[in-house]
């Protein structure tokens, strides 16, 4: 299962899921999980009935979709949560509480970058998990503009910063590239 366009994969979902090294039990957060849930349907099944997969977005919209689809299909550990990820502390996600944060095409999306990755932070145990899917920074007929690209460097200065240490830097896709910190 991974996100097509044209035939072509935009991001290696199968790829995703091995880097993370989620298990059984784990807690997981997807930040700007996304109305489809791509992320949040397939760790759910891996973290199992033990496990929480929280999905947090700033759309309520999209967590009504995620939570009727979990319902329906019977996964009591998944658990919305509504929250500007720009905000620090606005996520109602304990501090230290996560094993694996997942930032996957959220970046983009806003000029907060280094406000947004001190939220994800925040909630990371020691030695927990950070992993950041972003578009690669060269010309493609689709996807967001060059100018709201994530530059890789940057998240890496950023990251740093706030104590993570890059563990691994990845290929997610033709169109994307995956970074992977722990704290």
């Known amino acids: 299962m991974s996100i097509l366009t044209g035939g072509n994969v935009l991001i290696d979902t199968a790829l995703i899921l091995a880097k993370s090294k989620v298990m059984e039990k784990m807690t997981i957060a997807d930040l700007g999980c996304g109305a489809s849930g791509h992320f949040v349907f397939p760790f759910a099944r891996i973290v199992g009935k033990k496990g929480i997969v929280y999905a947090v ?3 309520k ?3 009504e979709t995620i ?3 979990a319902r329906i299909e019977n996964y ?3 658990k919305t949560v509504w929250s500007n990820l720009e905000i ?4 109602k996600i304990e501090s230290a509480s996560i094993d694996i944060t997942l930032l996957i095409n959220t970046l983009f999306q806003s000029r907060k970058r280094a406000e947004i990755i001190r939220e994800a932070v925040r909630m990371i145990k020691h030695d927990g998990r950070l992993m950041v899917v ?4 060269t010309f493609a007929l689709f996807g967001p503009p060059i100018e709201e690209r994530v530059n890789k460097e940057l998240t890496i ?3 740093n ?3 993570m240490r890059l563990e691994e830097e990845f290929e997610a896709g033709q169109y994307h590239y995956g970074l992977i910190f722990i704290k």
Request: charged share 25%; no cysteine; proline share 0%.
């Open 57 to 59: 977005d700033i759309l």
């Open 61 to 63: 919209t999209v967590l």
């Open 67 to 69: 939570a009727k689809r």
């Open 76 to 78: 009591d550990n998944i």
């Open 88 to 91: 620090f502390g606005a996520t």
């Open 134 to 137: 972003e578009w690669k920074n």
């Open 157 to 159: 200065t950023i990251a």
């Open 161 to 163: 910063k706030l104590g």
